[in-house]
């Protein structure tokens, strides 16, 4: 158990342009979580995957977020034309469906959009 | 909208003493109730889940679940400086216990010396 591995840890980029996360879950985990943390607040659930399946989207999730897991394995999450808004960590989690004790959190991208 | 409310902080407490951490929730369908720990910078770490009414201890925190009164609460006790940090109560919608998450706005705890 190597736990939940999330890439990169820093991103700073200009308003408008792409950026895309990547999340390792702990491998036996088939159930993949991707939240957003702004200062001050609990984490807000984007969405979340049980293996390839991407089965709850946020509504607040707007049209320039997209989420893949194509493999049941590793997720990517891409922002497209960042505003200054999406500035914030973005944090990843992963459970297996049925386990009880809830989910492990990885370390997190800090995403600053300038 | 699902909510969940933590009490208000900061929580300051002496080393040694108890500090008691409050939340409720707006969905009577929830059925698993997490306390998470984040220091400063850092992600959400687990650290107490409950399912049942009543009390669960583990070691130095203890949780307890009201869900007549939709309220959950963590204890903890023999306040070590290293407990100071952000508690963060979650809760789940329906009855599964792997789904998406609904988390207070945390309550920031420091335990002084």
């Known amino acids: 158990d190597t736990g939940v591995s999330q890439d990169p840890r820093h991103k700073i980029t200009k308003r408008g342009q792409n950026v895309t996360f990547r999340c390792d879950p702990i491998?036996?985990?088939?159930?993949l979580y991707w939240y957003r943390q702004t200062l001050g607040q609990g984490p807000e659930f984007l969405t979340y995957?049980?293996?390839?399946?991407?089965?709850?989207k946020s509504r607040l999730l707007s049209d320039r977020f997209s989420a893949e897991r194509p493999k049941g394995s590793f997720s990517t999450l891409e922002i497209q034309r960042t505003e200054q808004g999406d500035s914030a960590m973005y944090l990843c989690?992963?459970?297996?469906?049925?386990?009880?004790?809830?989910?492990?959190f990885g370390s997190g991208t800090r995403l600053t959009v300038v | 909208q699902k909510e969940v409310e933590q009490n208000s902080g900061p929580l300051s407490v002496p080393e040694g003493a108890i500090a008691s951490l409050n939340c409720t929730y707006s969905?009577?369908?929830?059925?698993?109730f997490f306390w998470y720990r984040q220091y400063s910078g850092k992600s959400p770490e687990l650290i107490m889940f409950?399912?049942?009414?009543g009390d669960k201890e583990d070691g130095r925190f203890t949780a307890q679940l009201n869900k007549a009164s939709q309220y959950v609460s963590l204890l903890i006790r023999d306040s070590q400086p290293s407990d100071s940090a952000t508690y963060l109560c979650a809760v789940t919608s329906g009855s599964s216990t792997l789904g998406r998450l609904y988390f207070g706005r945390g309550t920031q705890l420091t335990v002084w010396p």
């Open positions: 491998s036996e985990h088939n159930r």
């Open positions: 989690a992963s459970g297996r469906q049925g386990l009880l004790g809830g989910y492990t």
């Open positions: 969905d009577r369908g929830s059925q698993s």
């Open positions: 409950i399912y049942s009414n």
């Open positions: 995957f049980q293996n390839e399946a991407q089965l709850e």
